[in-house]
């Protein structure tokens, strides 16, 4: 046994792990075995981590424990077979998205595949938006140097995607006795981890800039970088800027294996058929594991760990600019603790929890983190109350065991890239990372042929109106051009019937509720669509030439009606 | 025998004590006379207004709102939902327009109690609250 | 892009707005109504079953002919009506109230009241508000959105559902639903009594043998895609879920009818006081909130639950708005309406004894009470006593005051209501 078998051996012997065994494979370790509880799955992983290998593979089985279920799309067929391109991305979340988009700079035939019906529906749209300063990232990690490059690209993307960066900033905050001792740490750790713009605020500068800060604090500092976006918006910005310079998109559409010869990967296998593929991009999230096995490149075991977050009023929104949050001791730094951040749209929003689970797709959110959400979390702003919550949801972050990002060429496999292990900042780091993604394809593609730039690559987004952001006159003028663009759907929200047919025209076509909803906003208010749900249903009827009782609510079976009424059978007179 | 029953013919819902002895009936807990006539009619056949919609011939009014004039016995009403489900208003109605003069082998009639001629997209900003005329 | 004057203008055509129009135009005053649908009439466009207008018609009516009465007559007398417009900002003013609105035709553009009635109705409170968990299947609905759904579109929303809370909304859907062919498993009450109409239990529930469970919630919500079920768990006396009473209830649809919030968005600009008990802006007798030359009724005021009393406050903040623009205001005098005892909330929080007259008081009970027994009383004097066989939560008592029997010198009034 190596030195570092031996000691993850003792680690998980000092676990009461007796019936789990690791073994090395290639520079990874593999753990097997079996344990009575996620717990103590979850734990042996951990036991394994930083010892020096490149990755911990976690096979060990959970008595009676379902194995976690992933979603397929229902449809089979044949529409993609044999359809050819230089780079296949797997997933369509922030990373797969901006990826495209990159790599739609050279002329390359380039294809998103996504098994959900629309983009950013994972993790991407299940987050809080922060845009991180990279002050919470340990030194020497991918996720700092990624977040801090990323968090900077921000702005420029920002400008020619048209999403909106709000560079709200955030007041880190210290508690009682921490403030004296932690600071100079803290001073000194953000200025050798780059964050940018770093200024310490006493308990009265706290309290200038933020009133409504719990009386909790000792002061503080204040990073101005962190920003917040939408992040579901900022994901299909990027899918439609890839899409309107050449690249494909293909929703309901998952990867379930690949064609290989020579070790290398000549196609993808999906539901429609098996697509040929010069390279491809593992950006699977939750499920890159499972990719990587495909082409016999499991080196990493990713666990899921969900985060539930609830959405604040917007009648609040105003009681706080930048993000606050208090640090508390002896938290496992991973959780980052949470907080309470703006939106965008004005709302704030308060969490994230953290919570080990084994089943990765399971968003479903429970009493009891409501209540930890409240208790931790609500006070720092002392205005809120728990019924100022309009509605709550959860994510699911993919964790490797090493806890970093594993963004590289495949080791064994020439044409496959790995961007995964991408949990928080993910988001505020996607930029940065599909740069270096798009830039690792294209080596891989020169190796066997010539890659020119794209000469018609544009990368400003084409944009439609949002009506929100105009002036009234620019709004008037919006009207006078387009009528639609004057009745409004969503009262909530002020969205208009033109603003949701925009949506359902837009080069990645809504063509369900929720895809609506991400796009225009329409339905996301504080009446949650209860006015405009039969409405926004009717536009897209009209609009896909469906019947109302085929429009989902997202995924296919989702059905929102069962069929019409005065089916009470005969005929009608 | 007694028999324990609210009235609903308004939202007062009184409750209502019916003594059933020999012939006569009595009622008492009603706090007008609608209650007794209430009461008696519900221990012979109980009977009440029937409201849903008609499907009409245009789309700018695709359901007309309906009820019947008068109460139908309960024991109809399914038999009088599939009978309207065949229906197709194909006039501008307005309320209390006849649909159908006797529903369901009943002599009460169905009538509209929406005014169609309102249709969803009618001038806006003019003093104009619909369109006038019945057109066909 | 000032734009044209009114004496008065009454956002929302519900059934208060078109009675404070008509009021205000009987008045004499100039008006205009305001609505973003595209048809006036309010939530009585959806509500076609009936039972409305007994108080002021004497009549059984269904929603939409109750509306249609209001709406001829604001026809004749040639009130403004502006459709499908949605306000876009609102500012007070020297001159008055400025209003930005948008519509199709006219663009953005702006008019100028000197008086302003906001009626704008009220909106549902949604699934996430009730901390109902699980995933986020299609199939949740509001029973707003049902009763839209079905009697406007005349789409089918589920065919097995099962309704959450006793509103009334809930139970006319409960008949609805089953008329139209679905089925309808129960209504699950998480209070120990119905908060909907006893009527509406007999003629929704008991005739087509729809059960109702008092004392039980919908914990969690199973299914992916669409509801595939829910859990049912009984509960204790403060309303929290009972381990091991869970009952799995399979189900395509999930209703909810857990109650009503009063729509005031458009004030919260203008800074105006809200009495958290009724989630609508502190008034007096006149309806007039705070702020000079507004005023508010309806279903934004409080959440009623006849639709005459909708109509008798719309035609009282009318009438008052009327008075303001046109010269007339008094000078107000106020002083505060205190509910004590089992009142739950008492509209108008405040009176305004300078306008003299008689003031319209409208209060719930916060618990059912036998033999109830209510005092109006001011400096030490009971002005007013009644008796009540019982009062309810759900429904609504009013009650009218001569404000000459107030003793002078009266620095506030009190209503107390007890067992
Ligand atoms: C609660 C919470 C809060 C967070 N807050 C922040 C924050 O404030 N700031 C921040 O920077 N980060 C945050 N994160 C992290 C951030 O959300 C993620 O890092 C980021 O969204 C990851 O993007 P992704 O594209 O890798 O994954 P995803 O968005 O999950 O995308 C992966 C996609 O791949 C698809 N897929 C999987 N398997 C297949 C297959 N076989 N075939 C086809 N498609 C497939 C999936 O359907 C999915 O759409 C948070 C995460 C959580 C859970
Ligand atoms: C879903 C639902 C079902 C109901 N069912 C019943 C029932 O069965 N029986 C019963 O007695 N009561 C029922 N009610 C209560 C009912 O609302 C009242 O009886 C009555 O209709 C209230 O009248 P209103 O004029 O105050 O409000 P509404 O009828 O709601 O009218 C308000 C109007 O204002 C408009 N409006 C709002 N904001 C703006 C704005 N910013 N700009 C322009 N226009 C605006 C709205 O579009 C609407 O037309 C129901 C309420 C709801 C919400």
């Known amino acids: ?573 | 025998m007694e028999k324990m029953l609210v009235c609903i013919q308004c939202p007062q819902g009184c409750k209502l004590t019916v003594s059933h002895s020999g012939e006569g009936v009595s009622v008492t807990g009603n706090k007008c006379p609608r209650g007794a006539s209430y009461a008696q009619q519900e221990l012979i056949n109980p009977c009440r207004t029937l409201t849903t919609t008609v499907r009409t011939a245009f789309v700018d009014f695709p359901l007309l709102p309906v009820r019947t004039l008068g109460e139908i016995p309960l024991k109809s009403v399914f038999g009088a939902m599939g009978e309207i489900s065949r229906l197709v208003v194909k006039k501008r109605l307005r309320p209390g327009d006849v649909v159908l003069e006797k529903l369901y082998n009943t002599d009460v009639a169905l009538i509209a109690t929406d005014d169609m001629t309102m249709g969803e997209k009618y001038a806006k900003g003019s003093e104009d609250y619909g369109r006038d005329g019945i057109l066909s | 892009m000032s734009g044209a004057k009114w004496d008065v203008a009454v956002i929302g055509a519900g059934p208060a707005g078109l009675a404070a129009a008509i009021a205000a135009n009987k008045a004499g005053a100039r008006v205009c109504l305001v609505e973003r649908e595209s048809r006036p009439g309010g939530i009585l466009k959806q509500c076609i079953h009936d039972g409305f207008g007994l108080v002021r018609f004497g009549q059984k009516l269904s929603g939409p002919e109750y509306a249609w009465r209001d709406i001829q007559l604001a026809k004749e007398r040639g009130i403004k009506l502006f459709t499908d417009t949605f306000l876009l900002e609102l500012e007070a003013r020297e001159e008055g109230f400025v209003l930005t609105l948008q519509n199709s035709e006219q663009a953005v553009f702006q008019i100028v009241t000197r008086a302003l009635v906001a009626a704008t109705g009220c909106r549902e409170r949604s699934a996430r508000q009730v901390f109902i968990h699980g995933q986020r299947p299609a199939g949740v609905y509001t029973a707003g959105t049902v009763q839209r759904l079905i009697n406007i579109g005349g789409h089918l929303p589920g065919k097995n559902c099962v309704i959450l809370g006793s509103g009334d909304i809930g139970l006319i859907m409960a008949r609805r639903l089953t008329l139209e062919g679905a089925k309808v498993q129960g209504v699950y009450e998480i209070k120990a009594e119905p908060s909907g109409l006893t009527r509406n239990i007999v003629q929704c529930l008991e005739d087509y043998n729809i059960p109702l469970h008092l004392g039980a919630t919908v914990t969690k919500v199973h299914g992916s895609e669409r509801v595939e079920a829910v859990t049912i768990s009984q509960v204790d006396e403060n309303l929290r879920a009972l381990p091991g009473t869970e009952e799995y209830v399979p189900c395509d649809t999930l209703v909810l009818s857990v109650g009503l919030i009063p729509e005031n968005d458009m004030l919260l600009p203008l800074g105006v006081q809200i009495d958290p008990r009724t989630g609508g802006p502190a008034v007096d007798q006149l309806m007039a909130t705070g702020q000079a030359g507004l005023y508010s009724c309806g279903n934004a005021l409080h959440v009623n639950d006849l639709v005459d009393y909708v109509s008798e406050s719309g035609e009282i903040a009318g009438s008052s708005a009327a008075r303001f623009s046109l010269g007339k205001p008094d000078r107000p005098c106020h002083l505060p309406v205190i509910p004590q005892g089992d009142i739950q909330y008492v509209v108008p929080q405040k009176l305004d004894i300078a306008a003299g007259g008689q003031a319209v008081l409208y209060f719930r009970s916060a618990r059912t009470i036998a033999n109830a027994s209510l005092e109006i009383s001011a400096g030490g004097q009971v002005l007013l006593q009644k008796k009540y066989k019982a009062v309810r939560p759900p429904e609504m008592e009013r009650i009218v005051l001569d404000l000459a029997l107030l003793p002078p010198g009266t620095e506030e009034l009190s209503l107390n209501l007890r067992g």
């Open chain 1, 1 to 573: 046994m190596t030195e570092k078998l031996n000691l993850v051996a003792r680690e998980l012997a000092k676990l009461g792990l007796t019936a789990v065994y690791p073994r090395e494979w290639r520079r990874s370790v593999v753990l097997e075995g079996e344990v009575d509880t996620w717990q103590q799955y979850i734990a042996a992983g951990y036991a394994a981590a930083g010892k020096g290998y490149k990755g911990v593979v976690n096979a060990i089985k959970v008595r009676g424990l379902e194995q976690s279920r992933e979603y397929l799309p229902p449809a089979q067929g044949g529409a993609l077979e044999g359809k050819d391109y230089d780079v296949v991305i797997i997933g369509g979340g922030v990373i797969g998205c901006a990826v495209a988009r990159d790599l739609t700079r050279w002329d390359l035939r380039v294809a998103l595949l996504e098994k959900e019906d629309d983009v950013a529906k994972q993790t991407s749209s299940r987050n809080n938006g922060m845009i991180h300063p990279g002050i919470a990232a340990s030194s020497g990690s991918k996720k700092l140097a990624y977040n801090i490059r990323g968090n900077r690209m921000y702005t420029q993307a920002a400008e020619e995607l048209g999403f909106e960066l709000v560079r709200c900033g955030s007041v880190v905050m210290l508690g009682k006795s921490m403030y004296q001792l932690a600071l100079p740490y803290v001073r000194y750790k953000a200025l050798q981890k780059g964050v940018d713009g770093l200024i310490p605020l006493s308990r009265r500068q706290v309290a200038r800039r933020e009133p409504n800060a719990t009386s909790l604090q000792r002061g503080g500092i204040f990073l101005p970088s962190t920003g917040v976006v939408a992040p579901y918006k900022v994901t299909v910005a990027y899918a439609e800027n890839a899409v309107e310079n050449g690249a494909a998109v293909h929703l309901n559409t998952a990867a379930l294996g690949f064609a290989m010869e020579q070790g290398r990967i000549i196609g993808v296998r999906t539901n429609q058929g098996l697509i040929r593929a010069g390279a491809v991009v593992n950006a699977a999230g939750v499920w890159a594991d499972k990719i990587a096995a495909y082409a016999d490149d499991h080196f990493f075991t990713i666990h899921g760990r969900k985060g539930t977050i609830a959405i604040i009023d917007k009648a609040l929104g105003a009681t706080q600019k930048s993000v606050l949050a208090l640090p508390r001791l002896g938290v496992k730094s991973y959780t980052k603790g949470g907080g309470l951040n703006p939106t965008v749209e004005g709302n704030l929003l308060m969490g994230p929890t953290a919570i080990e689970v084994s089943q990765r797709e399971d968003w479903s959110t429970t009493p009891e983190e409501m209540e930890f959400l409240f208790s931790r979390h609500l006070s720092l702003n002392r205005q809120l109350r728990p019924r100022d919550t309009i509605t709550y949801f959860a994510g699911v972050r993919a964790c490797t065991f090493e806890e970093d990002f594993i963004i590289e060429p495949s080791e064994h496999v020439p044409n496959l890239i790995h961007a995964v292990g991408i949990q928080s900042p993910g988001l505020a780091s996607a930029p940065a990372i599909a740069q270096d993604v798009a830039a690792m394809a294209v080596e891989i593609l020169k190796t066997t042929r010539e890659v020119k730039p794209n000469p018609t690559f544009n990368p400003e987004r084409r944009l439609t109106p949002q009506l929100a952001k105009l002036s009234l006159e620019e709004r008037g003028e919006a009207i006078k051009k387009n009528p639609a663009y004057g009745q409004i759907v969503c009262r909530c929200e002020a969205i208009s019937a033109g603003e949701i047919i925009d949506a359902i025209h837009s080069p990645v076509p809504a063509t369900s509720l929720d895809a609506v909803k991400r796009r225009a906003r329409a339905g996301m208010g504080r009446c949650q669509g209860g006015f405009c749900t039969p409405a926004i249903l009717e536009i897209l009827a009209r609009e896909t030439g469906k019947a109302a009782s085929e429009i989902n609510k997202g995924r296919p079976g989702s059905q929102l009606l069962a069929g019409e009424t005065k089916t009470g059978g005969g005929t009608r007179t």
